[in-house]
């Protein structure tokens, strides 16, 4: 399947809305766009995860590199999922306990 990346502003965030699948064939193209978020000096990100039906391992190294990269900028980066399935997958590795993980993007962007 394929990866959809959409970028928009919502105040002072920036969300990319995030589809399809994330995995080891379309991790590097998540990987570009968020790099070129913090490039553009876009250091409150919202990724999106609404759209998105599977990830792997190598997709959340990718989002976890990209939280890093926007907080040595003093910045964060929150997600947004509800789907059960992949909720599940932070909850087991732990990382729901490093990622904000918001229910709507109007939660996600009222900080």
Known sequence: MDLRLDVSEQGAWSVLQVGG???VATAPRLREQLIR???DERFRIVVDLEGVDFIDSTGLGVLIGALKRVR???GDLVLVCTEPRIVKV???T???QV???HASL???VAE
């Open 21 to 23: 699948e994330i995995d």
């Open 99 to 101: 990622f904000q993980i």
């Open 90 to 92: 932070f909850e087991i």
């Open 72 to 74: 040595t900028h003093d």
């Open 37 to 39: 978020l913090v490039n």
């Open 106 to 108: 109007d939660d996600a």
């Open 94 to 96: 732990g990382l729901n």
